[in-house]
C-alpha cells in the first residue's frame, strides 16, 4: 500500500487564522481524500481531490472555509481558513488504492484553535 | 447507501483476556471491509482488511476478524488483550466507487 506523509502533525493556531496542511504519498494516485475527525467523533469526509480539478465538496464543507490544491499526482494541501474553536480536530489525508477503495490513511494533523 | 454500526461505544477488558468487538454494516453487494486502531491524538493505523476471499482475516498486533454475510457482520477479536491494545477501534466499510464509511468507534479499555 501507498506511504502518506502528512505535515505538520500538530500545530496550535489563532483564531482567525489559516492552516495549510500538507499531504505526499510516494507513488501517484488518482484520487486523493481529506477527512476531518472532531473531538470523540468519527471520521468525516470533507473533499475528493483530483488531479487537475476542482475538487469534490461533501455536504455541509465549502471551498472558501476549506481550499484544496492538488498539484500533482503525489501531492496535495488542505487549508483551513478563518479558524474558529470549532475547527479543533484531527485531518487526514487518504488516497485510492487496489480496486478503487482507500484505506491508507495519513498520520493525521492534530489542530487545535484557541 | 452503505452504514456501519458499531454497538458499542465503550468496552472494557482485564488484560489477558479475550477480545470481540462488533461491527455490522448495510450493503447491497460484498463490501470491502476494514478495522482500524487509533491511539488518542493519533491517526488511523490499519489492522486488517476483508475484499475477498477466506472470510477468516489475519491482521497485525494478533488481531482477527471474520466476514459472516449471513449476519452483515464483521466482528474483530483478539485471544489475548494486552495493556497496549488500549485505544479507539474503527470499523469501515467501503464499495468499488470511492465511497467510504465509517462506524462511530468503540474505545477499548484495558484493566490491570
Known amino acids: 500500500s501507498a506511504v502518506i506523509s502528512q505535515k505538520p502533525s500538530r500545530d496550535i493556531c489563532q483564531r482567525g487564522t489559516s492552516l495549510t496542511i500538507q499531504c505526499q504519498v510516494d507513488s501517484q494516485v488518482t484520487m486523493m481524500f481529506w477527512y476531518r475527525q472532531q473531538p470523540g467523533q468519527s471520521l468525516t469526509l470533507i473533499a475528493t481531490a483530483n488531479q487537475g480539478s476542482e475538487a469534490t465538496y461533501e455536504s455541509g464543507f465549502v471551498i472558501d472555509k476549506f481550499p484544496i490544491s492538488r498539484p500533482n499526482l503525489t501531492f496535495s494541501t488542505l487549508t483551513v481558513s478563518n479558524m474558529s474553536p470549532e475547527d479543533s480536530s484531527i485531518y487526514l489525508c487518504?488516497?485510492?488504492?487496489?480496486?478503487?477503495?482507500?484505506?491508507?490513511f495519513g498520520s493525521g494533523t492534530r489542530l487545535t484553535v484557541v | 447507501a452503505q452504514s456501519v454500526t458499531q454497538p458499542d461505544i465503550h468496552i472494557t477488558v482485564s488484560e489477558g483476556a479475550s477480545l470481540e468487538l462488533r461491527c455490522n454494516y448495510s450493503?447491497?453487494?460484498?463490501?470491502?471491509l476494514f478495522w482500524y486502531v487509533q491511539s488518542p491524538g493519533q491517526g488511523l493505523q490499519l489492522l486488517l482488511k476483508y475484499f475477498s476471499g477466506d472470510t477468516l482475516v489475519q491482521g497485525i498486533k494478533g488481531f482477527e476478524a471474520e466476514f459472516k454475510r449471513s449476519q452483515s457482520s464483521f466482528n474483530l477479536r483478539k485471544p489475548s488483550v494486552h495493556w497496549s491494545d488500549a485505544a479507539e477501534y474503527f470499523c469501515a466499510v467501503a464499495n468499488g466507487n470511492n465511497d467510504m464509511r465509517f462506524g462511530a468507534g468503540t474505545r477499548l479499555t484495558v484493566k490491570p
Open positions: 487518504s488516497v485510492d488504492f487496489e480496486d478503487n477503495v482507500r484505506y491508507t
Open positions: 450493503y447491497g453487494a460484498t463490501p470491502y
